[in-house]
């Protein structure tokens, strides 16, 4: 069975950086076989997609993270990766990684959480302004 372990989480004012770790087992095949996607939560609202990976290699990110934010993977630790640069008060949520099952076959929806069938339990991410 896949799990996820997200660790990297914590306190940081606004400008600064953190690096979001999500250590993967049970896969059958490499990591980079599959599809994978990080995703926050605020209390009370839906989760939102912030990147996706695509098993070709390429990665899509929201909007409201593009420039700031860049998703990557290490296959040989099977550890997936977020690191987060300029972080804003806005960015403070519960941060999850997830595993997709099937890859969509439109790269678009690594963003949406129906896509994906494993998630780990999440680290938090506070931005103080």
């Known amino acids: 069975q896949v799990q996820l372990v997200e660790s990297g989480g914590g306190s940081v004012r606004s400008g600064g950086s953190l690096r979001l770790s999500c250590e993967v087992s049970g896969t059958t095949y490499n990591i980079n076989y599959y599809c994978w996607g990080w995703f926050r939560q605020i209390p009370g609202k839906a989760r939102e997609g912030v990147a996706g990976f695509d098993n070709d290699g390429s990665v899509v990110y929201a909007d409201s993270v593009k420039g700031r934010f860049t998703a990557s993977q290490d296959n040989a630790k099977n550890t997936l990766f977020l690191q987060m640069d300029n972080l804003k008060p806005e960015d403070t949520a519960m941060y999850y990684c997830?595993?997709?099952?099937?890859?969509?076959?439109?790269?678009?929806?690594?963003?949406?959480?129906?896509?994906?069938?494993?998630w780990g339990r999440g680290t938090q991410v506070t931005v103080s302004s």
């Open positions: 997830a595993w997709a099952l099937i890859c969509p076959a439109n790269s678009g929806r690594l963003l949406y959480d129906i896509e994906y069938s494993r």
